[in-house]
């Protein structure tokens, strides 16, 4: 059972100025709280991602939503879909974005490929340039259930 897993997982936010680009122009982003609905369920099922931020400026842009496959040959990415873009006020406002995934399909891939760690990303591009203004990585643990099937426990990287 999933009660029986105990990780210390880091939280992956990356962005920009997580790099030397000498730019002041990129958006400082906070994400403060993170809900995930269907966060244990059947590794393709639907799922609702809802993340609370803060921005040091307002900011307009999409969400974009993967589903990365680690293989030892190759990585595949799954495009689970992007939101319209909106604007997003600047601090001390908090922001939210709620994400509605449809059903993965993953009939292409082994079943012994789909066990390995998957990772789950949420990225926000910049409506202007289509610039990268901040990435936020959910680790994926997925494992047989007792009936076959496969089954995903997606972390969320602020518990």
Do not use: C
Not at 77 to 89: C, D, H, K, M, R
């Amino acid at each position: 059972t999933w009660g029986s897993l105990s990780f210390s997982l880091p939280f992956f936010i990356t962005s920009p100025l997580m790099a030397d680009t000498g730019s002041a122009d990129v958006a400082v982003i906070n994400v403060t709280a993170v809900n995930i609905e269907g966060a244990v369920a059947p590794l393709g099922a639907p799922m609702e991602l809802t993340l609370k931020f803060t921005s040091d400026r307002p900011v307009s842009g999409h969400w974009t939503t993967r589903y990365i496959i680690d293989q030892a040959a190759a990585r595949q990415i799954l495009e689970l879909g992007s939101t319209p873009s909106a604007s997003y006020l600047a601090a001390p406002a908090e922001n939210s974005v709620t994400i509605r995934t449809a059903a993965m399909d993953l009939s292409g891939f082994k079943s012994s490929v789909l066990r390995n760690m998957g990772l789950l990303t949420v990225t926000l591009y910049a409506a202007a340039d289509g610039a990268e203004i901040i990435q936020v990585s959910f680790v994926v643990q997925v494992q047989r259930a007792a009936d076959k099937s496969l089954e995903r426990a997606i972390f969320n990287p602020l518990e």
